[in-house]
């Protein structure tokens, strides 16, 4: 299973990006996706994650009612749309496959990372 993370870029605070993120492969299945971000000398944390089949979603409470997470079973590709966005949001982030819920752990597969910068 590849993953491929892309619409990460430079924003002002208060503005909105959409991160997508492709899954392919000969196979794929997941019971859940989800996103990770890191910032710089921080360790990778929870975004939020969405289960592939019920569509039910958990979110870190420091994006809950700014950051959506959706998913597209047609087209194997998880959406994460951050809304009101905060310098404090900046970190590369990482989509995940795989597995489920908030620990990195549970995540057996791991895109490359996009850069998401929130200027003041």
């Known amino acids: 299973v590849q993953l491929q993370a892309f619409g990460g870029g430079l924003v002002q605070a208060t503005g909105s990006l959409r991160l997508s993120c492709a899954a392919s492969?000969?196979?794929?299945?997941?019971?859940?996706m989800g996103w990770f971000r890191q910032a710089p000398g921080k360790e990778r944390e929870f975004v939020a994650t969405i289960n592939w089949y019920s569509g039910n979603t958990v979110y870190a409470d420091s994006v809950k009612s700014r950051f959506t997470i959706s998913r597209d079973k047609a087209k194997n590709t998880v959406y994460l749309q951050m809304n009101s966005l905060k310098p404090e949001d900046t970190a590369v982030y990482y989509c995940a496959a795989g597995g489920g819920g908030v620990q990195r752990t549970n995540y057996a597969y791991w895109g490359q990372g996009t850069q998401v910068t929130v200027s003041a």
């Open positions: 492969g000969r196979t794929f299945s997941s019971s859940g």
